[in-house]
């Protein structure tokens, strides 16, 4: 009887690390810069198949930057937002796709009202496959647009994520003092979303391609 009961209780083991194995594997991150890093998680973090998406700071030299000293120039640091997601739901490829559509491609100097180095537009791949993938969304998405994008595809360095404070800016209830006064973040982050200009932009750039969270 303890033996049966052993060997069922190795097979629910098994059968459960298997499980926790095919979830893994599942998983994966897709690493971008697309100016603001507010303004990314909130496009991704909508999506189907996103299971989070964290802001921060990639491609420069400086150990564990922080926003003043990336937004201030010089590190080589991108704002970048690391995006975890199933891609048994959404594929990599797919997923580059979309973003390419969510930022303006032809900007070299930056997005919308974020001028600087730090505002620019990159694709971070991880590994040959990655590579591979955004090479070819940034293709695809060339030919349909008929402009040429000057988005990169680099190889992948370390991500740094951000302050607390920048984390899912974009719905919190927390107040901060803006030019327009005291206002909860999420107001705050639509109030600059809107001031920038960059829903107008990508939709002028896209037309009805652009993507809309």
């Not at 740094?160 to 404070?165: D, K, R, V």
């Not at 109030?191 to 652009?210: I, N, P, S």
């Amino acid at each position: 009887m303890r033996r049966i009961y052993a060997i069922l209780v190795l097979a629910v083991a098994l059968t459960g690390g298997a499980a926790v194995g095919v979830a893994r594997a599942a998983e994966e991150k897709a690493l971008v810069a697309g100016g603001c890093f507010w303004c990314v998680e909130a496009d991704f973090e909508g999506v189907k198949g996103v299971k989070s998406v964290v802001s921060g700071y990639s491609g420069g030299k400086v150990q564990n930057p922080s926003y003043k000293q990336v937004s201030a120039g010089g590190t080589g640091h991108y704002e970048a937002a690391e995006i975890t997601f199933d891609n048994s739901v959404i594929s990599y490829h797919d997923l580059i796709a979309l973003f390419l559509r969510s930022v303006d491609v032809t900007d070299a100097g930056g997005q919308f009202c974020d001028r600087g180095d730090s505002y620019r537009t990159a694709i971070f791949a991880r590994g040959a496959a990655q590579k591979a993938a955004a090479e070819q969304a940034v293709a695809e998405a060339q030919a349909a647009l008929g402009q040429e994008i000057v988005t990169p595809v680099l190889k992948a360095g370390q991500f740094w994520p951000a302050e607390e404070y920048h984390q899912d800016y974009y719905r919190s209830s927390d107040i901060v003092l803006t030019r327009a006064g005291p206002k909860q973040k999420k107001n705050a982050y639509k109030f600059y979303r809107k001031a920038c200009g960059r829903d107008e932009r990508v939709k002028a750039l896209w037309g009805q391609m652009a993507f809309r969270p």
